[in-house]
């Protein structure tokens, strides 16, 4: 378990608001034994709190590339089927994590891929359960398409309390599942739009863990076929012989055969921006 950066300026006003109060009350209450204690433990409870909302711990990554990583801790308050109308302007499935002021509130990615979209939102303060909250509340977009051009549209939504979205992503970036894509201060609340025909896996009210937690699976566009399952009388083709095609075609007209002389390819020279460094624990499947 560590401090993610994000706490830090946090921390050290935190230290020196308790600093200023103690030392206040020991100078002018100095006699006030009770008073001086109550102080002390109202302070060692404010500490422990800061430190809570801004813990960053060590995760153990083990998901396949169809399933979706629940992007934050906290609770499930919605799923339901409704258009998505800032990018994909059709039907998805919604779901919805509420981040209370004792989740942590590291926000990751969901599934790796290329992102596509990225917007942020200025806007209003409403309440995080509040119907409204995810279209006019500040926000972030963000849309990651996964290799097989599966894509997942997630959200940072601020609320009351939280009045702060961090973010670590921009269109073309390369990202991880499972790595930071940003934090939300003091809690709030991160929506997931997911293709209709996606398999939820999480229900109302459940609790959720960003990172460890399987939201959902996606639809696999395309499989490969292992050879053990291929039955026994079906035919394969030897694609090591030469081509027994005809030189000719029905016509009696000769064929062309032409071949194209493979371009390499350049590598990119863009490098993905990265989010801070956090140990992840190696498993084994």
């Known amino acids: 378990m560590t401090i993610h950066k994000e706490g830090y300026t946090s921390i050290a006003l935190c230290i020196l608001f308790i600093a200023v109060v103690n030392a206040a009350i020991q100078f002018y209450y100095p006699e006030a034994n009770t008073l001086r204690w109550i102080v002390y433990i109202l302070s060692a409870?404010?500490?422990?709190?800061?430190?809570?909302f801004f813990r960053s711990p060590v995760l153990a990554l083990n998901a396949e590339e169809t399933e979706v990583l629940c992007p934050a801790d906290g609770k499930?308050?919605?799923?339901?089927?409704?258009?998505?109308?800032?990018?994909?302007?059709?039907?998805?499935?919604?779901?919805?994590?509420?981040?209370?002021?004792?989740?942590?509130h590291i926000n990751r990615n969901p599934i790796s891929g290329i992102v596509k979209?990225?917007?942020?939102h200025p806007g209003k303060y409403l309440v995080?359960?509040?119907?409204?909250?995810?279209t006019e509340n500040e926000r972030t977009t963000v849309v990651t398409e996964n290799s097989e051009g599966v894509a997942v549209l997630f959200r940072q939504i601020a609320g009351a309390l939280a009045r702060r979205i961090v973010w670590y992503v921009k269109e073309g970036d390369l990202v991880q599942q499972g790595h930071q894509f940003g934090f939300i201060k003091f809690g709030s609340r991160v929506d997931i739009f997911l293709p209709l025909n996606a398999k939820i896996n999480v229900s109302i009210n459940e609790v959720v863990k960003g990172g460890r937690t399987v939201l959902a699976e996606l639809p696999s566009v395309g499989k490969f076929v292992d050879i053990d399952d291929v039955?026994?009388?079906?035919?394969?083709?030897?694609?090591?012989?030469?081509?027994?095609?005809?030189l000719s075609d029905e016509h009696g007209e000769p064929t062309m055969i032409v071949e194209h002389e493979a371009k390499p390819r350049r590598a990119s020279t863009r490098k993905a921006k990265t989010a801070p460094k956090e140990k992840f624990a190696?498993?084994?499947k």
């Not at 499930?76 to 509420?98: A, G, N």
């Not at 979209?117 to 942020?120: M, T």
């Not at 039955?231 to 005809?246: G, L, N, R, V, W």
């Open 282 to 284: 190696k498993v084994k």
């Open 45 to 52: 409870m404010l500490f422990f709190i800061i430190l809570q």
């Open 117 to 120: 979209y990225f917007k942020y």
């Open 128 to 134: 995080a359960w509040h119907p409204k909250s995810s």
């Open 231 to 246: 039955p026994d009388d079906m035919e394969i083709p030897d694609f090591t012989q030469p081509s027994k095609a005809p």
């Open 76 to 104: 499930v308050v919605v799923i339901e089927e409704t258009v998505e109308t800032e990018y994909f302007k059709d039907k998805r499935i919604q779901v919805s994590v509420f981040m209370s002021p004792v989740n942590v």
